[in-house]
Each structure stands twice: as C-alpha cells, then as structure tokens.
C-alpha cells in the first residue's frame, strides 16, 4: 500500500454523499469482455469480467475504490496464454452493495466463492493495493487453488496500519477535489494527473457517477461506507506462508511516508500527531524487515519500479506487461 493509495482512498472518503445509490446494471454486450455477476453469499453477487482467451485462468483483483475495469488496458495482454477475468469486490461498481463483509476474511471468501461459480479449480491470482490481502488469504487458506500470485504494490501491511487508526477517526490527508468537477473529462484529467496515467474509460463509467442533464461529477459508485470498513478491517498478512510462486512489483513508496505527513501535518490533532511521531521509528523497522524477508523467500520474484507510483500499469506499461509474461511462462 502507498502513499498514493491513502490519497485515493480519502477521496473516496470524503466526496461521497449520503445517499447511497442503486448499483448499477453491468452491460453484457462490450468488445473487451463479457459481463455476469456471480453468487458469493446470500444476497451477495460479485461483477465478473470475462476477457476471454486460451489456456490457464489468471484473475485479476481490483484495489480499494476501483473495479475490474481498471485492468481494462492489462488483461487483455495475456489472452493468448491465459483465459483471463476480473472481479469488482462487494460494495464498488456494478457488484452488490452490503451493509458489512468488508474485513479480509470475507473479501477473500468472496473470491473463494466466485472462483467456485465460475468452475474454476486452480488460478493464478494477480492483485492491486487491497487485493494483496485476498491474495494472502487464499495462499494460507486455500493454497490449493493457487497456481501463483501477482502482486501489482499490494505488499504492504494493511493490518499493522488498520491497527494505528484503531483509537480514532481516520485522520485527513491530501487528496484530490473531484466535488464540483464540470465533466467526466476533467475527471479523467485530473486522476491521470494524480496516478500517472489515466484510467480506462470503462473504469470511468463504472466507478463514478455522473449528472445525467449536465454531465458534472456526482459521486463515487460504491456503498460510501466500504472504504472506512476495508481499511478499518484489514488483517496482518503472512507472507512466508505462501508456497506458490509470488511475482510482487513495486514502486519506491511506503507506508512509513504518510505517517511522516501525519507526525508533522498541522490540520490533524495532537495526539495523532504525537501517535504518528511514535509509531514512524517502529513502522520504518517493520518495512524493513518485511522487505528483507521477501527477499530471502525462494517463491518471490521482487520486481522493483522507482518511481511508477501506486497504479504502476498505467504509468510502466511495458515493464509491468514485461515481467508478468516472463513470469507466467516459467
């Protein structure tokens, strides 16, 4: 997880409005992909997409606040090695819209579950941000289902910083203003100007809503309060218990640099500062060591992009694209 993720997570945060609205009906008919949604618990159905193609299954997991069209630019660059999907996580885009569920657990039982529906008995599962978590999950619960993992800057340890917010309220952080933007395009603009590249237009569609007479900016597409609980539930990873083969890529930032904002950021109260200020020295240690540790597991292959920020497909496309195939064809 990045700092850049904090960012985008507290846009999603802070611009949504109160009222939640219905989730949208996926359209079926696109020449990228066809569209279903599948079961995964009572009154819980997961947006799948289908890209196709010949060979293996290779699922791709969204980050926090963005579908399965996100990849919508990657997945299709493996359809002549692999039968390629993606999955919307429960509560964004065209997926039901639960009140809870929202813990690792459960998300990574959602994509037990969804793997089930579809008939598929052994995947390679490559995953964004939040997905690491689900990643994870399957690898120590369900190993058996796991051909290999993909991590795309979804290494992080999402429970050791869900248990620093546990005291308070999640604190504020620079994010980018999309309230009042004019158009979809200035939306579009200004995500590509923030995450390096800009999204796919179905991604657009999917993930944001849009005043139908005037075309301004509404809100994001999700239940306003799955953010808060994906954050706020986040489990401690373990990594060194994953036995498949593990291609994790990167970029050069980490938690510990937005704890360095809160420990001196004027606009978040004292005591978080003085937390953030405690906890920095400790965190850092921890990056460390869990840096150290993926190196010396023999399964992980680390690939490292300084400098690619968080959505690190959109802004190094050919490297990313580069290393997944070496590594798919081991």
Not at 180 to 196: F, I, K, Y
């Amino acid at each position: 997880m990045r700092t850049s993720w904090f960012r985008l997570s507290w846009v999603l945060l802070l611009s949504a409005c109160a009222t939640t609205p219905s989730p949208p009906p996926g359209d079926p008919v696109d020449p990228l992909h066809q569209v279903r949604r599948v079961k995964v618990a009572p009154e819980v159905e997961l947006e799948v997409l289908d890209y196709g193609g010949k060979g293996p299954a290779l699922v791709f997991l969204p980050g926090l606040g963005s579908t399965g069209h996100v990849y919508d630019v990657l997945a299709p660059e493996f359809t002549a090695t692999h039968h390629v999907y993606a999955f919307t996580r429960r509560g964004f885009g065209a997926s039901s819209w639960p009140a809870t569920g929202y813990d690792s657990a459960t998300l990574g039982h959602d994509v037990l579950a969804a793997l089930d529906g579809l008939g598929l008995q052994k995947v390679t599962l490559a995953g964004h941000s939040l997905a690491g978590d689900e990643l994870n999950w399957m690898g120590v619960n369900h190993p058996e289902r796991v051909e290999a993992f993909i991590f795309l800057d979804a290494t992080e340890n999402r429970g050791e910083i869900a248990h620093f917010l546990q005291p308070g309220p999640l604190p504020p952080l620079p994010f980018t203003v999309l309230d009042g933007q004019p158009s979809r395009e200035a939306v579009t603009a200004l995500l590509a100007r923030d995450l390096g590249g800009p999204f796919p237009p179905h991604e657009i569609d999917q993930a944001y809503e849009f005043d139908a007479g005037t075309g301004a900016y509404l809100r994001y597409r999700r239940l306003p309060e799955a953010t808060e609980q994906s954050v706020r539930g986040a489990a401690e990873p373990d990594f060194a218990k994953l036995r498949a083969p593990v291609l994790a890529i990167s970029d050069d930032q980490a938690f510990a640099g937005w704890v360095a904002y809160l420990s001196q950021a004027e606009n978040v109260p004292a005591d978080l500062r003085e937390r953030a200020q405690a906890f920095l020295p400790e965190l850092r240690q921890h990056e460390a060591a869990q840096e150290a540790l993926l190196k010396s597991l023999p399964n992980w292959k680390l690939v490292m992009l300084p400098g690619a920020g968080h959505y690190l497909w959109l802004t190094r496309q050919a490297e990313v694209i580069s290393a997944m195939r070496a590594f798919l064809a081991r």
